[in-house]
C-alpha cells in the first residue's frame, strides 16, 4: 500500500488531470441521453435500467473514484500547511490536486443525478 501510494505521488499532476473527472461525467451525460432518446425512438417507451447502461454508469462512478483516489494522495503531498500561496511545485501539486479532488466529488454526484431519470421515469413524453 504504501508503494502504491508513493507511486501514485510521484505521478506528473496537470491541468489535464483536472478535466478528467469532469470529462467522465460529459461523456456519461452523452451516453445516458442518447440512450434515453434512441430507446424512446426505437422502442417507444422510456429506457428502463438494462444492464449496457449499468455498466456504463459503474464504469464512468469507478473511474472518478479512480481519479479522487489519485487527487486525494496528490493532496497529501509535503510541504508548507496551507494557504499555498508559494510558486512552489509541491503547492500547485497540491492546489491541483485539491480542485480535482472537488470536481471527482461533483461529477460522481452528477453522474448519479444522470442515472436517476432512467431509474424512475417510464414515459417518454
Given at each position: 500500500m504504501k508503494q502504491l501510494r508513493s507511486q501514485v505521488r510521484g505521478l506528473r499532476i496537470t491541468l489535464w488531470t483536472l478535466i478528467v473527472p469532469p470529462g467522465i461525467w460529459a461523456a456519461h451525460f452523452l451516453f445516458s441521453y442518447l440512450w434515453a432518446a434512441l430507446h424512446c425512438a426505437k422502442v417507444g417507451e422510456f429506457a428502463?435500467?438494462?444492464?449496457?447502461?449499468?455498466?456504463?454508469?459503474?464504469?464512468a462512478l469507478l473511474a472518478i473514484l479512480?481519479?479522487?483516489a489519485v487527487a486525494w494522495v496528490q493532496r497529501k503531498t509535503p510541504g508548507d500547511p496551507p494557504p499555498h500561496e508559494g510558486g512552489t511545485k509541491s503547492d500547485r501539486t497540491r492546489f491541483i490536486a485539491t480542485a480535482t479532488l472537488l470536481l471527482a466529488g461533483l461529477s460522481f454526484v452528477a453522474v448519479v443525478f444522470d442515472a436517476l431519470p432512467v431509474v424512475?421515469?417510464?414515459?417518454?413524453?
Open positions: 428502463r435500467f438494462p444492464v449496457l447502461f449499468a455498466a456504463g454508469t459503474l464504469v479512480a481519479a479522487g424512475f421515469l417510464n414515459d417518454c413524453r
